[in-house]
């Protein structure tokens, strides 16, 4: 398992500087760097990250809420513990047949 986690490549869902907080005390971005729109919600699990540097500045993190401002949408995000690859082998775990 551990070399199938190894060869993921990992997709962003939502562009974000994770270490880019603003007075909420949650990373930050706009809606319109995320890949698919729809998918980004309160609630939702995505990953984030800064493309150009994937390798360390990937992380999953939890949608907290979208607030309108006149220069767009912006997306507060909650990161999560631990690296991506964690959530990979968890959802791995959990969708493997029995």
């Given at each position: 398992?551990?070399?199938?986690l ?8 939502i562009?974000a ?6 007075d ?24 984030a ?5 994937p ?10 809420d ?33």
């Amino acid at each position: 398992m551990l070399g199938v986690l190894s060869t993921l490549v990992t997709t962003l869902d939502i562009t974000a500087d994770l270490n880019d907080e603003d007075d909420t005390g949650y990373v930050w971005t706009f809606l319109d760097e995320a890949r698919d729109p729809s998918v980004v919600r309160p609630g939702a699990i995505v990953v984030a990250g800064t493309p150009s540097a994937p390798a360390v500045a990937v992380a999953v993190a939890e949608v907290i809420d979208l607030v309108t401002k006149p220069g767009g949408t912006v997306v507060h995000l909650r990161i999560l513990p631990g690296p991506v690859s964690d959530y990979a082998a968890a959802v791995l775990r959990s969708t493997a047949s029995a």
